[in-house]
């Protein structure tokens, strides 16, 4: 079930690497959706942040009206590539910002070289950071400078790793409630 704040609105799914599995609340969230959308790169197992931007901007020209990104971990950096390129305001409502990981941290992958140099810039849509306190991609500190350098809201939600499928938070209600949250703050 997915709120009915979302529902209302298109939703972009924006995975991270391996394309968020049948375990993922993204993959909730878009079985829930009646108007969602997944990016579609060329490959969610090779790093190519061209070609993800690409995807991701293809996915929001698909919809009607600007859609709610909901991205996870690398499809973090891929939207705020694609944010500083394009210019969220306009294009898309609100941007949820999941586990974005740090890409000087030495748990980055070393072949995602082409997201190695993606930094944070104002958005300029209601957006929220939402980080972990033990994900091994991110500290917090990350979370908080990509947040502040964003302009968006940051939710701390304790210990649940990389707030993946590992997490098992299943259709993660306290994750659709900060969407939700963002989504109304549009509307105002």
């Given amino acids: 079930m997915i709120l009915p704040e979302i529902e209302r609105i298109p939703l972009v799914i924006v995975p991270g690497a391996n ?5 993922h609340w993204q993959t909730f969230w878009e ?7 997944r990016t579609e790169p060329a490959s969610f197992d090779v790093f190519d942040l ?21 991205a996870h971990s690398g499809g973090c950096l891929a939207t705020l ?13 609100a941007i949820l910002l999941v586990a974005p990981p740090d890409p ?16 944070a810039s104002p958005l300029g849509v209601p957006s929220a950071v939402v980080a972990s306190t ?8 990350y979370a908080a400078r990509v ?12 210990a649940l790793g990389h707030i993946n499928a590992d997490s098992a938070l299943g259709e993660w ?12 703050s549009a509307r105002t």
């Fill in 19 to 23: 394309n968020s599995g049948p375990n």
């Fill in 31 to 37: 079985a829930a959706h009646p108007d969602c959308r």
């Fill in 50 to 70: 061209e070609d993800w931007v690409r995807a991701l901007d293809a996915a929001i020209a698909r919809c009607a009206t600007p859609p709610a990104l909901a």
């Fill in 81 to 93: 590539e694609w944010a500083a390129r394009e210019g969220a305001p306009g294009r898309v409502a």
């Fill in 104 to 119: 000087t941290a030495p748990s980055f992958p070393p072949d995602a070289g082409s997201f190695r140099d993606v930094v």
């Fill in 134 to 141: 033990n994900d091994p991609y991110a500290a917090v500190d």
């Fill in 147 to 158: 947040s502040e350098i964003s302009g968006a809201s940051l939710h701390v939600i304790g």
């Fill in 173 to 184: 209600p306290a994750g659709q409630r900060i969407l939700a949250d963002l989504i109304s």
